[in-house]
Structures are given as structure tokens and as C-alpha cells.
């Protein structure tokens, strides 16, 4: 007998005794009980939205705001002042959002090599869902986010936030919002790690510069 079959063993045994329709999991599910914070503090929807811009902030990605009518222009404008040439259009991004942009517009192919796109100068994205608490931005991989690799392998990632309505307070409200099987992304700043003497470098596991819009009225 194998260490497979004795501990599979020792489970059934210590369950011949639990009514079958108590083996799935909702009895511990009602023995348990969960009455965790859904956020810390009461915030108007302003003030959330403040405290997510601040957090973003703090996790030093650059924050912009701008109205629909101006996101165009917003957009355009980032990416000159970026010198951008190429700019990476994940399939289902609005195509108004690009259409003050001068930079080529790059597809998101499932062909595209990681040199291919380590040589696009930017990607834009929409996002799943923001959280003010800790200033997170998730992606879940629907069509105006594209695959996962397109912003991880490119240097500058725009990602636009409709706001309020995509942002929430804390981590289990986005939670409620996200299916668990779709491949999740969160994202708090550029990426950045440091060494032992806490010396940080950016853009060692994705982009070195994530610059953030806030599109609403």
C-alpha cells in the first residue's frame, strides 16, 4: 500500500461517520463564522476615489484624471511625452481611445514573441477593477485588457480606470466582482523589487513606468 492509499484511508474513516450531504463543505461553511471587515472606515465615493489616487501614488505610479470627452487627448498626449512610436492595442480597447494618438498601433497576437513585444514602447489597457485601500489595479484578461503578457513584457503600461464605477473601497469587494477562473493580475505600481540594503529597482518583473487614468465626469 502506498502513502497515497493510507492517507486517503485514514480520510474515509474519519468520515464514516458525516452524513453524506454534509461532506461538501457547507456545514464547515456555517460553522465558521466570517465577520471580517469589508472595509476600514466609511468613505463617500469621492473620498474613496481620492484615497485610491493617493495610494497609487504612493506606489509611485503616475496618476492622471480627465473627463470621457478628453480622453483622447489625455492618452495621445502621455504618449508623446513619452517619445512612443508603438503602442500596444489589446482587442477589445475602445478604438475612440487611440484616436488622437499618433504612435503605430501594434495587435495583440498570441504569435508575438517575448522580443517582439519587449520592443513595443507602450500598451493600453482598461481594467477589471480597482481598490482604493491598498491602490491596486486587477486585470482579468477580458478583451480590452488583452493577455496577460502584454503588460508585463512592455516598458510603459497606460491603464484607464472608469471611475466610480470600477473602483471599491477594499480587497473583498473586488473579490466579489472577479471570477476566480479568469487569469487575474493585480497591480500595485511599476514593478520594483529591492536588494538587501533596500536599494529599489523598477521594471525588473514587468513595466518600469505604470502611468494611471481616472475617466470620469
Request: charged residues 30%; aromatic residues 2%; hydrophobic residues 40%.
Amino acid at each position: 500500500m502506498s502513502s497515497r492509499e493510507r492517507i486517503l484511508g485514514r480520510v474515509r474513516r474519519a468520515l464514516a461517520d458525516v452524513p453524506a450531504t454534509e461532506r461538501d463543505g457547507t456545514a464547515y461553511e456555517r460553522a465558521v463564522p466570517r465577520g471580517y471587515l469589508r472595509e476600514h472606515g466609511e468613505r463617500s465615493v469621492a473620498e474613496t476615489v481620492e484615497l485610491l489616487a493617493e495610494n497609487l501614488a504612493d506606489y509611485r505610479a503616475i496618476v492622471h484624471r480627465c473627463t470621457p470627452a478628453d480622453l483622447a487627448a489625455t492618452i495621445a498626449g502621455m504618449l508623446a511625452a513619452r517619445g512612443a512610436k508603438t503602442v500596444l492595442v489589446p482587442p477589445g480597447l475602445e478604438s475612440e481611445w487611440l484616436a488622437a494618438a499618433d504612435a503605430e498601433r501594434i495587435a495583440d497576437r498570441a504569435e508575438s514573441t517575448p522580443d517582439e513585444l519587449d520592443r513595443v514602447d507602450s500598451v493600453v489597457t482598461a481594467c477589471a477593477v480597482a481598490v482604493a485601500e491598498t491602490g491596486t489595479i486587477v486585470l482579468d484578461g477580458s478583451p480590452d485588457q488583452g493577455r496577460r503578457r502584454i503588460t508585463l513584457v512592455p516598458d510603459h503600461h497606460i491603464c484607464v480606470v472608469r471611475v466610480p464605477e470600477q473602483v471599491v473601497s477594499s480587497v473583498p469587494q473586488a473579490l466579489e466582482r472577479l471570477d476566480p477562473a479568469r487569469p487575474l493580475t493585480w497591480i500595485s505600481g511599476p514593478s520594483a523589487t529591492s536588494d538587501i540594503e533596500l536599494d529599489r529597482v523598477e521594471g525588473v518583473h514587468g513595466p518600469r513606468t505604470l502611468e494611471v487614468v481616472l475617466v470620469g465626469d
